[in-house]
């Protein structure tokens, strides 16, 4: 069966992403419907189209958001078998491609589309006063949320250096606060700046923040960043190279389900998606999507 092709127009220029989709397929004679979405709305309007035009091998061309919003539009049914999900990376960010090595190029990642080859890839859920939320690469609760949200009213020129610069304006206004987070069988409280629920590695333009986290072994690679605010300036540094495990800062769990109580005034963002805000809970799917690779 052909792919159902949900692309993001406003990931590139405009009308030049979804003719470079069209082309490059085309000549490697993959099958493929296509669907250019108006909206964020309207991308699990198109993944339900496709359902019941009985698809079920989809792409999402654009970066992480994108495939956010087509992941939501997958489990607002349950599956009798695991879909298929590819990435057509074309965002600034398309930080989930990264943990499978993935070309960057559209017209390089194009050709993993071709064969049968996939990979069992576990799904994270979230659940806050915003409902239910499925996350493919990660989610932030904390002032990783608010840089998320600053970046994204940033020029989109500026790539993957716009998270960074986030980051770092929006640390002043995020003095540690008192959390509660119970992973598995295993708890934290007191002080922090952000909490990382990470499915795969990469995010934030590139950071290795989850070095150990792998999307298929059932559970959540959870990091608490505490207070001061003063260590960020030497856990950072260490962030990109993901080399900051042992920091004195930070706090490392693994556990397939978990429970946060932060202040209620704290962002929460899934795959750059803004949610809402305070106290979350969720958990990990296992294998809940076959991701093309």
Same mark, same amino acid.
């Given at each position: 069966?052909?792919? !159902? ?17 069209? @082309? ?29 035009? %009985? ?9 992480? %958001? *994108? ?15 695991? &879909? @298929? ?10 930080? /989930? ?69 986030? +980051? !770092? ?12 987070? *119970? ?27 989850? &070095? ?12 608490? +960043? ?6 960020? +300036? ?18 490392? /769990? ?11 005034? !704290?962002?929460?963002?899934?795959? %750059?998606?803004?949610? %809402? ?8 799917? &296992?294998?809940?999507?076959? +991701?093309?690779?």
């Amino acid at each position: 069966m052909s792919w !159902w092709v949900i692309v993001n127009p406003r990931a590139g220029r405009r009308g030049e992403i979804e003719s470079r989709v069209r @082309t490059v397929l085309s000549r490697l004679g993959i099958g493929y419907r296509l669907r250019a979405s108006e909206h964020a709305d309207h991308v699990g309007e198109l993944v339900a189209e496709g359902r019941e035009a %009985g698809a079920r091998k989809f792409v999402s061309v654009g970066g992480d %958001g *994108t495939a956010n919003l087509v992941l939501n539009g997958l489990f607002v049914e349950a599956w009798n078998d695991p &879909p @298929t999900l590819a990435l057509l990376p074309t965002g600034s960010g398309s930080d /989930f491609a990264r943990t499978f090595a993935l070309p960057k190029r559209l017209e390089e990642a194009a050709a993993h589309l071709r064969g049968d080859e996939t990979y069992p890839t576990d799904v994270g859920v979230i659940e806050g006063g915003f409902g239910r939320r499925f996350f493919l690469n990660v989610a932030d609760v904390g002032v990783a949320a608010a840089s998320v949200a600053f970046a994204n009213r940033l020029p989109r020129r500026l790539g993957g250096v716009r998270y960074g610069v986030g +980051f !770092w304006l929006k640390l002043a206004a995020y003095p540690a606060a008192i959390i509660q987070l *119970t992973a598995g069988d295993r708890s934290y409280e007191g002080p922090a700046i952000n909490v990382v629920l990470a499915n795969g590695q990469f995010f934030a333009g590139g950071m290795n923040v989850a &070095p150990r986290a792998t999307v298929m072994d059932g559970r959540l690679d959870i990091q608490v +960043f505490k207070g001061p605010r003063r260590h960020a +300036f030497t856990v950072m540094p260490r962030v990109v190279r993901g080399t900051h495990l042992h920091h004195s800062a930070v706090r490392r /769990f693994e556990s397939a389900t978990f429970e946060l109580s932060c202040p209620g005034r !704290w962002p929460v963002e899934a795959d %750059g998606e803004m949610l %809402g805000h305070g106290s979350v809970k969720g958990r990990i799917v &296992p294998a809940a999507v076959n +991701f093309k690779i």
